[in-house]
């Protein structure tokens, strides 16, 4: 995905807002019409009647025709797509979409010189309705058959174009690494690098702080909500915008130094549910676990495995994450008692004495795992004996 800033002028951001409005009233009214569907009756209305019905809506309805037909017919389409993904099995079920989250809207059937370069630094996109829209030019623009217009809820615009993108050759040698990923420190390597995610600075995190209490204070609908609430989103965009900016730079490192690239399989989703339960049963410790679903989040777990699977697809190596923390890297004993602390490994058994994530970065890239009941993945036993390691003087 190529994104641009774009950067409308007051009139023709009346008119993208109004493109998202009718994209979003569209969307919601045909995820109203599936939820009337139940077995046995009539299905519901597909991607044809739909733009009949659209068709007739926008000859009564003059508000609806005032905008542009490829914008909502487009979100039709859209919502026809995700309904086919949603059978098919491999999205969730299409859910109703906010004003102030979801804008947006799709242009399709590209026409040559639709989109075109002014200078070094910037171009021009035909939209709609809207006229010559211009955008920052950070990089080539792709040939595409369409593109997406979004507002984020820093009140950015930015210009969205599908593509595939290259993949990065490795250098051959056969290098293999392994890639711990933790809170403390987000990224641990084999080779005993240690990187850490950007996050907000001392000063903008005490300012984050304040407009969140503003915010709690705050009546609802009130232009003072809206104004924190606008502050409150380009705190987060900063922050958002500098952890893309260290995943995409550490992805690409990764995939031009190692042939074969060893990972944890963690399943982050499921480590950051909400621990806060239900009325008849409670969670416990809900701050805290809340707290640490933040830290994860933060620290870019899932966008570094997905932009590695991208940039070095078939060099990725997902490992059973169980007792990585525990065995020594050195003999292969394993004893959670060799966990000293969150840094610190000392093995029980040789002795052996390490950052306790470069530990577990070294056994990731090693490949080995152990299971819950103390065996190998491959099936074979694992010695809880201490061995004897040769020291050298």
Known sequence: MSRYRLLPSPEQELVLRGHCAHARFLWNLAVEQQSWWRPGRMGAPGWVEHCRQLTQARGEFAWLAAGSVIVQRQALRDFSLAMANYFTGTHGKPTWRKAGRDEGFRIVALRPGQVRRLNRHWGQVFIP???WVRFRWTRAVPEARSFRVKLDRADRWHLAIATVPPSIKGPGTGVIVGVDRGVTVSVTLSTGQMLTCPRLSVGRQRRLQRLQRKLARAKRGSNRRAQVRLAIAR???READARKDWTEKLSTDLARRFDVIRI???RV?????SAKGTIAEPGQNVNAKAGLNREILASGWGILVKRLEHKAPGRIEKINPAFTS??????GYVDSKSRKSQAVFVCTACRYTCNADVNAAKKIAAGHAVTARGGSPLGRPVNREPQPVLLSL
């Not at 525990?326 to 003999?331: D, E, V």
């Open 129 to 131: 309705k809207a006229g």
């Open 264 to 266: 944890e399989d963690l």
């Open 269 to 273: 989703r499921n480590m950051t549910r």
């Open 235 to 237: 705190l987060r965009a």
């Open 326 to 331: 525990q065995r020594c890297s050195a003999c």
